[in-house]
């Protein structure tokens, strides 16, 4: 059997992951509550909760996406925290992004707005590696599939987002539909650190088993 050691952050910490669950819904109905009060037409009620919804998976997904490197360069509290409810903010990731996957159907729906063939396949893919991660975030799959099988997954699963999440965010600068440039700026941030991270850790690695 394999084991699972509980220091990897690989925890499920089931004490919180209802809190977790509790805000993320909460957060996603309040967004939802506001707009459909605020009298905006139908199609845009979606979009905008599409929108803001997304900005919510986004936020959880970075929570996931740098637990481990925030960990590696500073040792305290929050980041031991965040580490340890690293599976926590992944599931709540998903649940957001599920809601967000709904809202975007629907605006597409109403607004008949065509969908780009790219678009298509890198979004769905970006479901099937987020589904693939939630339906084995529990203990049960990293037996079933071992652990350096499930690292693998949740390895290319967490680098595909945030890939997808980058160039989403990149590929509208210089349009009316551009993103925020603090989102912009906060991937590639990101992506940047985690690849400082990895390849220091491995240098140091090299070094200490030469």
Do not use: C
Request: cysteine-free; proline content about 3%.
């Amino acid at each position: 059997m394999t084991q699972i050691k509980r220091e990897n952050g690989y925890a499920l910490a089931p004490q919180a992951l209802g809190r977790w669950i509790a805000l993320t819904l909460l957060a996603s109905v309040i967004l939802g509550l506001v707009l459909f009060s605020a009298n905006l037409p139908q199609v845009e009620t979606w979009q905008l909760w599409a929108r803001y919804t997304a900005r919510l998976s986004f936020f959880l997904f970075l929570a996931v996406y740098l637990a481990s490197p925030l960990y590696e360069l500073v040792q305290n509290k929050a980041t031991h925290w965040l580490r340890v409810n690293r599976r926590n903010a992944g599931i709540s990731f998903g649940i957001a992004h599920i809601i967000h996957l709904v809202a975007l159907v629907l605006f597409l729906i109403l607004s008949e707005r065509p969908t780009a063939l790219a678009t298509l396949l890198v979004g769905g893919g970006a479901y099937v590696a987020m589904f693939a991660m939630l339906a084995t975030s529990n203990d049960g799959a990293i037996r079933r599939l071992g652990a350096q099988n499930w690292r693998r997954l949740h390895k290319f699963g967490v680098h595909y987002l945030a890939f997808v999440f980058a160039v989403t965010y990149s590929g509208g600068i210089g349009t009316p539909d551009a993103k925020p440039m603090a989102l912009i700026i906060l991937i590639w941030g990101a992506i940047v650190l985690r690849l400082y991270v990895h390849f220091t850790r491995s240098h140091f690695t090299k070094r200490k088993s030469s």
